[in-house]
């Protein structure tokens, strides 16, 4: 049966696929007929896509109110100029003579499912704690709390409590993300772990188009797609780029939960905002300090590279590096090594296929691979690094969180560059150690002047391991 003829026989299916959503008419996955009928019954209720009141702006999908990022076109119906925004274009324009539609229908009763969760694995000790203060705060339908876990720690198990419970009450659950790598590694598990719950991932170029599931994965652009649809939000790599810099991300994840709803942030790196809010008491939180293997985190080891800066530019190896490279403690480690610029990666290749070639630490230059956010080849290069074709990965911080690697050594070159912020290198440190078989890896950063950024990285691992250790 095609969806069409679904739709137009099934009120409950309509229901289901529209309410919730906040959508543009050409965004509304039905005939034109159908559409007709459900705006003269009121069933689509338009609303204003623009503000425009006494000269204030404003775009009601994406919150923009910067008058910089409204443009004008020459409207083809009325003839008239219109303002549209510029800053959510790419979900599809919105402009001030064409509405958005939400759902003014029957409710939608989500299935109360009895047993939701297939996974069958264990929690730790630290886990498990966790994951009963994230279950109560859905319960209580806490507005905001944060779950602030090392990386490593098993985010995604803990979890699985809080979102059986959600489920056994028939709420509508997004996860949300900054970073579609997560929501792409997310949709398997999940998929596992809740086997007769309905379950879409949407991003740009997903397959999944309708969101119309119960559990809904999604990059947070998804959210301005949504209007009081969730009773559960969580917020997955809170501190990501693009999210802590992008108030309309922000908006949309608020506009995007019910009126009484929790929205679960986690994080391994918390920003400023969020940790001041802890300090002032105004943002109930937990902490797991502790990786689910129970070891503590690799510390970050400083080594001063004179003239690292000048040699890069003129692709030469900074001698530091050179020996460390050579003398590696575990030189069958694999080894992820992040640079800050994409143009440095593709003139260091060379030069560490040669030296590691000369030290027979790789036999073939195809076990050296590079990896940039544009390459086409991306997924394919990360998953032979993850099988073990690859013994050298190159890359930049593209790869800094949302990708596990079993067993790793970790190295920085030119740490002390603006690209890798306090947060960066914390998440950059987190890639080492994550299997139990292989807990340790070393994490050495070359630099040739310590930042702030640096400092505090390893000051906030030290501080995770002597609250680790405490547990
Ligand atoms: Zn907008």
Redesign the pocket.
């Known amino acids: 049966m095609n969806i069409d003829k679904r739709i137009l026989m099934s009120p409950a299916f309509l229901a289901q696929a529209l309410s919730g959503k906040r959508l543009l008419e050409e965004e509304v996955p039905i005939p034109q007929k159908c559409f007709d009928v459900l705006r003269s019954t009121k069933q689509l209720i338009p609303t204003p896509a623009i503000e425009n009141q006494k000269g204030s702006v404003k ?1 009601i ?4 109110v910067a008058l910089q ?1 409204f443009s004008e076109y020459p409207c083809g119906v009325c003839q008239q100029n219109h303002k549209y ?1 510029r ?3 790419q979900m599809g324009r ?1 402009s001030e003579c064409k509405p958005l539609y939400t759902w003014g229908g029957a409710a939608v009763n989500w299935p109360r499912h009895s047993q939701p969760l297939t996974w069958t694995g264990n929690l730790t000790t630290a886990q498990r704690k966790a994951a009963a203060q994230l279950q109560e705060a859905v319960e209580e339908k806490i507005p905001a709390y944060l779950c602030w876990a090392v990386c490593g720690a098993g985010k995604t198990e803990m979890l699985f409590p809080p979102l059986t419970s959600a489920l056994k009450r028939g709420y509508r659950i997004a996860l949300a993300s900054p970073r579609v790598d997560v929501i792409r590694e997310l949709l398997p598990r999940m998929g596992q772990a809740f086997q007769g719950v309905s379950i879409e991932a949407l991003y740009g170029g997903s397959e999944h188009r309708t969101g119309m599931a119960q559990l809904i994965l999604a990059t947070t652009h998804q959210l301005m797609r949504y209007h009081q649809a969730f009773d559960v939000l969580i917020i997955d790599e809170v501190d990501a780029f693009p999210y802590y810099l992008d108030k ?1 991300l922000m908006y949309a994840a608020k506009q995007a939960v019910k009126k009484q709803s929790t929205t679960l942030y986690l994080t391994a790196t918390p920003r400023k905002n969020f940790r001041l809010q802890m300090k002032l008491g105004k943002l109930p939180h937990v902490f797991v300090p502790l990786r689910y293997h129970g070891h503590l985190l690799p510390v970050p080891k400083f080594k001063l590279a004179f003239r690292l800066t000048n040699q890069l530019a003129n692709q030469k190896l900074p001698n530091a590096f050179r020996q460390w490279l050579i003398h590696r403690q575990n030189p069958k480690r694999q080894l992820l090594l992040f640079v800050p610029k994409i143009a440095m990666i593709k003139e260091l290749k060379g030069v560490i296929t040669s030296l590691l070639m000369e030290v027979d630490a790789i036999s073939a230059p195809d076990q050296l691979e590079a990896v940039y956010a544009a390459d086409e080849e991306r997924e394919v290069k990360i998953n032979q690094f993850r099988q073990k074709e690859l013994h050298v990965l190159i890359t930049t911080t593209i790869l800094e969180r949302g990708v596990t690697f079993p067993s790793v050594d970790v190295a920085v070159l030119n740490a002390g560059h603006d690209v890798f912020n306090e947060a960066a290198l914390v998440q950059i440190a987190g890639r080492a150690g994550r299997s139990a078989d292989d807990p340790t890896g070393e994490v050495v950063f070359f630099h040739d002047g310590k930042t702030d950024a640096m400092e505090k990285a390893r000051q906030m691992i030290v501080e995770m391991n002597a609250r680790g250790r405490k547990i």
């Open positions: 775009c999908r994406c919150g923009n990022y925004c800053n959510c274009i919105v309309s």
